[in-house]
């Protein structure tokens, strides 16, 4: 991984304008939140006062069982999907539809099968109008922040599941947002690469100065990440209680304090 991958950012060009980093992370206010699925034949509610903030710079997981409201909580921080009360905000911006300030990672990779790992990374980038050279710049860059820039032109089958999930980082973080938003991102690998992938992560999150908000139901994922843990409910999706987890990274899941905080969040989780 490259150390100064975004202290170059910034000397891209002036059409890079949009994707230098900013130096700036955002803050986030969920604010009575609820969400109610209805149909003819059954209503959910899943999501009920749901309410908590995420200060600039901040590693936040959200935990809870499934069916809690974990991606439907995402959903609506991503500007996917309407809340049926409450608000999200963004810096003081109510969240109304989706943006280039917030990053996205999703467990199923979402990659485009024909576009290589440089084009796929590219995307947002020609979304926003960079223009080459600065987006082809950006590109590498990210690649060497993500220890993929050998396979800028490699296809996503040819890829395995946690190069995969690299490459959606690295597509998430090229048009420099303020938060990043990641929603179960390493269920689908193995256990050997998701501990790697932990300590690219904050890697990246330590070098990036990003807010990252993390979605999981893996209680030692939670308490390997975060600076605090918002562990939720079901019927209906709702904050239980929010753990700081004041241990010095990088942690190790063999110490007994690990032990505590992993204890202590799935006695609220009920497991
Ligand atoms: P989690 O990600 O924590 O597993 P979800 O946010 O996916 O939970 O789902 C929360 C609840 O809302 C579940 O009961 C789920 O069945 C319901 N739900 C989610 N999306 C929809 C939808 N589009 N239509 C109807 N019900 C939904
Ligand atoms: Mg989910």
């Known amino acids: 991984m490259s150390d100064d991958a975004n202290a170059d950012a910034g000397a891209a060009g002036d059409t890079s304008a949009t994707a230098a980093d900013s130096d700036e992370a955002a803050t986030v206010s969920v604010d009575s939140l609820g969400k109610t699925y209805a149909s003819d034949r059954r209503t ?10 995420v200060e600039d710079g901040e ?3 959200i935990v809870g069982p499934s069916g809690c409201g974990k991606t439907t909580l995402f ?11 409450g608000a999200v905000t963004l810096d003081g ?4 539809g989706p943006g280039t300030d917030r990053g996205m990672v999703f467990q199923e990779y979402g990659l485009f099968p024909w576009r290589t790992v440089s084009e796929n990374v590219a995307f947002g980038l020609e979304e926003q109008g960079v223009e080459e050279p600065a987006r ?4 590498t860059e990210m690649l060497e922040l993500v220890g993929l820039d050998g396979f800028a032109d490699a296809y996503p089958k040819e890829l395995s599941g946690g190069m995969k999930q690299r490459v959606g980082i690295a597509r998430a973080l090229a048009v420099d947002p303020e938060l990043f938003l990641m929603d179960e991102p390493f269920g689908a690998v193995d256990a050997q690469t998701r501990d790697m992938l932990h300590g690219e992560l904050l890697d990246i999150w330590a070098e990036t ?28 999706g709702r904050v239980r209680e929010i753990v700081s ?27």
């Open 93 to 96: 911006s109510p969240v109304t």
């Open 136 to 139: 082809s710049e950006r590109v």
């Open 75 to 85: 959903r609506i921080i991503a500007g996917l999907e309407d809340a049926t009360s």
């Open 44 to 53: 959910v509610e899943a999501l009920s006062d749901v309410e908590f903030a």
């Open 245 to 271: 987890v004041d241990i010095d990274r990088p942690r190790e899941r063999t110490e007994s304090e690990f032990a505590a905080y992993v204890e202590r969040i799935r006695g609220l989780i009920g497991e």
């Open 209 to 236: 100065d990003k807010t990252v908000l993390f979605v999981t139901h893996d209680v030692e994922e939670a308490v390997t990440l975060a600076d605090r843990v918002v562990v939720m409910a079901a019927n209906p």
């Open 59 to 61: 590693f936040v997981c």
